[in-house]
């Protein structure tokens, strides 16, 4: 085979640490499946994949209120749900926890979140709601 039908993989990189080359490409290397996941969860999870609108404005509302809306879900998922939700992804968590059969009544200044008997979710529906209770806030700065 000659030098003219042979193909190259280019790879590059720009940063501004000041690592050793061997030290960083190891360092890419092992944040690299992470950042694809979350790319993947923002563009199909969440709608930001397909903006709204031909108006950056609106388009740049849209794209806050998704990337609020993913650090919500990771504080939900890790500080509420319990360890075995913290890999779920959204559609997992919005058929399991969000898209429940039931009734809310508002009652005496109270709302109340009637279920089925013996709905699955009910018991992750009560310890969600007590770990959010036991949450202290912290100062920020």
Same mark, same amino acid.
């Given at each position: 085979?000659? #030098?003219? &039908? ?9 940063? *501004?640490?000041?690592? %050793? +080359? ?7 290397? %092992?944040?690299?499946?992470?950042? %694809? ?14 903006? =709204?609108?031909?108006?950056? +404005? ?8 998704? /990337? ?15 360890? $075995?939700? #913290? ?8 058929? $399991?926890? #969000? &898209?429940? =059969? ?5 009652? $005496?200044? $109270?709302? #109340? /979140?009637?279920?089925?008997? &013996? *709905? ?16 202290? =806030?912290? =100062?920020?700065?």
């Amino acid at each position: 085979m000659d #030098i003219k &039908n042979r193909r190259y993989k280019v790879f590059g990189m720009v940063t *501004n640490m000041d690592w %050793e +080359g061997e030290r960083l490409i190891h360092w890419l290397h %092992e944040r690299c499946g992470k950042s %694809e996941e979350v790319h993947a969860v923002m563009k199909d999870d969440l709608a930001g994949g397909k903006l =709204p609108s031909d108006d950056f +404005g609106e388009n740049a509302a849209w794209w806050w209120i998704m /990337i609020l809306a993913l650090n919500l879900n990771a504080m939900m998922k890790k500080l509420a749900m319990g360890v $075995s939700w #913290i890999s779920k992804r959204m559609k997992a968590i919005r058929f $399991s926890f #969000i &898209n429940l =059969p039931g009734r809310v009544i508002t009652r $005496s200044r $109270s709302l #109340i /979140i009637r279920l089925t008997k &013996n *709905n699955p979710a009910m018991e992750l529906l009560i310890n969600a709601r007590k770990q959010i209770a036991m949450l202290q =806030p912290v =100062p920020s700065g």
